[in-house]
């Protein structure tokens, strides 16, 4: 008798990935909201002086709190993750002048982006503008330092999950059917690891229910990815990072100096034609 296997190795899809010194462009982040760059690592892209002062503020910030979710990891700010939209709005309001304060009176380089994008896609005719609610609208970043200890110090995930079960009332479900861009501003990193790692896997609603992670989309495990292609992003403070959340991505584990590894995060996609929305 014959047996019919069914093969449960994720599907490699490509992945197209740019890195260069310099400044961003705002050509660079169309091109990654459009899918047609999979990951772009600008280095020095910021200057370190400004990352240093941010990551200063993060540390004696009165807003600094322990992740409850699930997710190792200290943060000022909100992340929608697990939230209903009620919650995370509130939580954003309230987390605003914290936020604020990691910027304190420096140039912000995260609203300075925000602003150059939004010229741009206008001249397009396209709106760029905060998430929102009837409960209050979202922070231009959130905070965040990983604190797993395993193999990673963040597990491998994807930010889509979370953007497709987000919940009717928010705007974001539709963004989930676009590119999902994840932003980060990288303010301080550990001596060694702390890489941003992404697999040629961009899972689907049904790879998500086999691995137990449908509403979630983390973590993933290690087996899972064992034939996977992966690329290793090696960041410095003062590196900005752009990908596309749709494909699974974690932290190395880090170690070394004392010194933590620090990122400011948003999200960006296109919920219409004519609208980019921008969240944590
Ligand atoms: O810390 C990083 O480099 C990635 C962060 C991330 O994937 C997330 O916040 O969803
Ligand atoms: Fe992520």
New binding site residues.
Partial sequence: MQTIQVSRAPAVSPITIRERIGSISTGEIISVLKGDITGLHIKQAFSIEVAEEMTANFIRNPGLKERKDGVPGQYIGASHYRKDAATYFAESESARPFVEDLFSNLVDPVRGLFDALMRELRNQGIELRLARSVHGQSNICCA?R?SGTATYA?EPHD?VAQVLCAGSDYELPAVGNNTVV?L?FYASMAEEGGN?RIWSHKPTVADRKSQGVESTGYPYSTSYLEAVPCHDFQLKAGDIALIDGGFI?G?TRQSGNGKCRL?L?SFLGFARPDLVLWWT
Avoid: I, S, T
């Fill in positions: 965040l990983w963040l930010d994840a980060n941003l991505h932290v990122l995060h």
